[in-house]
């Protein structure tokens, strides 16, 4: 499976992005999608994701209230909005995608990662 991720860039603090991440590939399922981000000199850490194509979600304690993730599963497509930026949110922001993997005899763990995208947010 494949993942490209979009929609990152420059933002002023107290001001919105919307990310995407487009799936694409053949033989697959994927039940869980997330939004993971990676700080300078930080660990990376789960910003938000989504289960069971959008029944749960779960997300960081310091984007709660602020990012939304959402799930286009007709499309294999997830998105993350995020609102009232603070300059903490700067990161590259991966796309992940969990599930299984029907390419060869008998169905196989996935899990695959984006490229990532960039969001800076300045003060």
């Known amino acids: 499976v494949q993942l490209v991720e979009s929609g990152g860039g420059l933002a002023q603090a107290g001001g919105s992005l919307r990310l995407s991440c487009a799936a694409s590939g053949s033989k697959f399922s994927i039940n869980e999608m997330g939004w993971y981000r990676r700080a300078p000199g930080k660990q990376r850490e789960l910003v938000a994701k989504i289960i069971n194509g959008g029944g749960d979600t779960d997300y960081a304690d310091s984007v709660k209230g602020r990012f939304t993730i959402s799930r286009d599963n007709t499309k294999n497509t997830m998105f993350l909005q995020m609102n009232s930026l603070k300059p903490e949110d700067t990161a590259v922001y991966y796309c992940?995608?969990?599930?299984?993997?029907?390419?060869?005899?008998?169905?196989?763990?996935?899990?695959?990662w984006g490229q990532g995208t960039q969001v800076t947010v300045s003060s």
């Open positions: 992940n995608a969990r599930g299984l993997s029907y390419e060869g005899i008998f169905p196989k763990s996935l899990d695959s």
